[in-house]
């Protein structure tokens, strides 16, 4: 399967590269995303690419796109590639990694929903029972299911920095009450119903990061990724136990490797082994059959 850590097109200016995107000017109404093959784990970019990754990204991303219209517009553009970049090679090259958007202004936050108690909120769990400001009850343990979604907002940190947890009312700060209201109402709504629709497929999602942007007329549209296995935690639902850290379908079976060696989290990332690279690869496609098969 072919590879692609980073693209080059020629014709369009490159706006951003991100820790996985590479962005690309079309017009002032459009934007072409491109979605490599780079992991980022820890906040650092790996130097090897998971091939074939950032396709599957791209159609689960779309997937998602398509069957949550009804929640919320999305940010997908009636272009298609073939109209943005006309040189068939590079169209070839390319494959399904890249997505003509609208563009939007983004909003300064990440919305994160958690359904589970996993990751940087079982250590907030632990420290103090509270998640960004909620209390949770006592006695509960890893990976136990949340009484209640939760909406776990975050800014949005530059490449090699880390994202920071913080409370709505400092969303409602950044961009007023209003809006925060309504990107809370609508990541909760999105997250029950995907939540929903993966428990046919086999999978529990644990938690999930949203993006959201305006258009010129103000109206809150989905932008940039959704629900794929690089913004969420899918676990097997017939893996599932409460008190211990479930497998997963996403880069968390990266992050468990590299927790294991000594480094300490900061650039250059370390190499992978080859097993770990193809087993990582099989996951993502796991992932993208279980959940678009229904």
Known sequence: MRALYQSDIAGLRLLNRGKVRDIYEIDADNLLIVTSDRLSAFDVVLPQPIPGKGE???????YWFERTRNIAPNHLSDLVLADVVSDAAEQVRLGDRAMVVKRLEPLPVEAIVRGYLIGSGWK?????????GTSLPPGLRIAD???????TPSTKAAVGAHDQNIEFADTAKLIGSELAAEVRDTSLRLYQEAAAHAQQCGIIIADTKFEFGLDPAGRLHLIDE???????RFWPADQYQP???????DKQFVRDYLDTLDWDKTPPGPTLPAEIIAKTAEKYREAEARLTSH
Do not use: K
């Open 124 to 132: 907030d769990y632990q420290a103090n029972r509270c998640i960004c």
């Open 226 to 232: 959704v629900l794929t296995p690089d913004s969420s």
């Open 243 to 249: 008190g211990r850290s479930p497998p997963s379908f």
């Open 56 to 62: 599957v990204l791209t159609r689960v991303a779309r």
């Open 145 to 151: 299911r949340l009484p209640e979604s939760l909406y």
